[in-house]
Nanobody, 119 residues
Framework: QVQLVESGGGLVQAGGSLRLSCAAS????????MGWYRQAPGKQRELVASITNGGSTKYADSVKGRFTISRDNAKNTVYLQMNSLKPEDTGGYYC?????????????WGQGTQVTVSS
């Protein structure tokens, strides 16, 4: 079993910063991708940022230059540093872990943490 535990959401004013953390536990091998998705009310869940175990990163255009994703492979933990937050960054943020296998990937999700940015 794999579990993801998120922390760090909250309420912040526009221009402020938050840092999200997600710790994974269980049967996790080395070939993984960890990332953050967000979902605003009435909208589809979208990728915010992801990072491979090798350190390759991917960002949504809307957060480039403001958000930074990082990970500690020894702790199976991924972080999302969010700076210069905007009201449109508001939503539920979900940690995602992908375990890569030859025959396909397995996805796991955290329970979500709310980020609210006031104007």
């Amino acid at each position: 079993q794999v579990q993801l535990v998120e922390s760090g959401g909250g309420l912040v004013q526009a221009g402020g910063s938050l840092r999200l953390s997600c710790a994974a536990s269980g049967s996790i091998h080395s070939d993984t991708v960890m990332g953050w998705y967000r979902q605003a009310p009435g909208k589809q869940r979208e990728l915010v940022a992801s990072i491979t175990n090798g350190g390759s990163t991917k960002y949504a255009d809307s957060v480039k230059g403001r958000f930074t994703i990082s990970r500690d492979n020894a702790k199976n933990t991924v972080y999302l540093q969010m700076n210069s937050l905007k009201p449109e960054d508001t939503g539920g943020y979900y940690c995602n872990l992908v375990l890569r296998y030859i025959l396909g990937d397995r996805h796991y999700w955290g329970q979500g943490t709310q980020v609210t940015v006031s104007s």
